[in-house]
């Protein structure tokens, strides 16, 4: 149990566009997501706390405008890159906290998408 | 912000040998985490602490949970190949249904195991 997809694993994208990322709770529901990102040899750094059906809480340096989440039912959380640059190619993973543990630490990772920028 | 300062960066280890790293923090948490990562994927959480003092462990992996609740040290007994990976310790603040209970994450220790 505790499954959380993410789609697409990898995605090339051309400077300027923008793409869209998928994360997924598959057997549980999930009230909160997170969206980290993860650069080569770093380690993670939290982007946004998701919560279904408001706004997101974003970090502290991340542009808002830049990157668009959506969290727009209990299972699907959305990050979407906008008028991505070279300097956005990274790893995003989420995360996702079952509803019903939701006075617990615990986070379900997601495999991550590799966003490579040209 | 919270940082977590973990050491050592990176190990070169022979297989069979124990290793151990360790996480400080200038912030108080309620909860530590030891996750691995493997290469191109999403981390896996190890062990969870949830009180100072506490001592944990899950099979050859030994976590401790420091007593001023600012620092925690992972073992692993006997490595072996598949222990290969990135080691990351995290905190969480608090448990709850708010943004203060994100966890933190380190900034990592890369296990290497010589052949």
């Known amino acids: 149990g505790a499954v959380v997809s993410q789609h697409p694993s990898w995605v090339i994208c051309k400077s300027g566009t923008s793409v869209k990322i998928e994360c997924r709770s598959l057997?549980?529901?999930?009230?909160?997501m997170f969206w980290y990102r993860q650069f080569p040899k770093q380690s993670l750094m939290l982007m946004a706390t998701?919560?279904?059906?408001?706004?997101?809480?974003?970090e502290q340096g991340v542009e808002k405008d830049k990157f668009l989440i959506n969290h727009a039912s209990l299972t699907l959380s959305t990050l979407t890159v906008t008028s991505a640059h070279p300097e956005d190619s990274s790893f995003y993973i989420c995360?996702?906290?079952?509803?019903?543990?939701?006075?617990?630490?615990?986070?379900?990772f997601g495999p991550g998408t590799r966003l490579t920028v040209t | 912000g919270q940082q977590l300062n973990q050491s050592p960066q990176s190990m070169f280890i022979q297989e069979g040998e124990d290793v151990s790293m360790n996480c400080t923090s200038s912030s108080i948490f309620n909860t530590w985490l030891w996750y691995k990562q493997d290469p191109g994927e999403g981390p896996v959480l190890l062990i969870a602490l949830y009180k100072a003092g506490e001592l944990t462990s899950n099979g050859r992996l030994t976590a401790q949970f420091g007593i001023t609740r600012k620092d925690s040290f992972l073992n692993i007994s006997a490595s072996i190949p598949s222990d290969v990976g990135i080691y990351f310790c995290?905190?969480?603040?608090?448990?709850?249904?708010?943004?203060?209970?994100?966890?933190?994450f380190g900034s990592g220790t890369r296990l290497s195991i010589r052949p």
């Open positions: 995290a905190g969480q603040v608090l448990p709850g249904y708010s943004s203060a209970s994100k966890i933190i």
């Open positions: 998701s919560n279904e059906g408001s706004k997101a809480t974003y």
């Open positions: 057997d549980f529901q999930a009230t909160t």
């Open positions: 995360s996702a906290r079952d509803w019903k543990d939701r006075f617990s630490y615990e986070q379900y």
